[in-house]
């Protein structure tokens, strides 16, 4: 049996809001900055740092063996920038597939 507890489905909402607080929203908008400076330069930065970690910051790159290295290079760089992130870019060149992949019965 399936009963019902609480106020009816059709009365149920959900609002979901951004950060309201003025640092947080900076911080944020820093990171899409960095983000869309990747995209923008995705091919060559890709290629020219293969197999290393990469921090974007201040609309730039640093590459380094770790992340730890990436970063105090970053960090050195653009100390205000909050919204610098690390990426390890894989060594070789290849198509990935990102799926779940499940585990399927042999005997189907």
Known sequence: MIRQIG????ELRV???????????????RFDRNWAWLKEHASEVYEAHRGKVLCVAG?????ADTTEEALALAKAAHPEDDGCFTLTIPRERMARIYA???GMDPER
């Open 100 to 102: 779940h992949q499940r």
């Open 59 to 63: 609309q730039e790159p640093f590459a």
């Open 7 to 10: 106020p009816p489905l059709q």
């Open 15 to 29: 609002v979901v809001e951004g950060p309201t607080d003025p640092q947080t929203r900076a911080r944020r908008e």
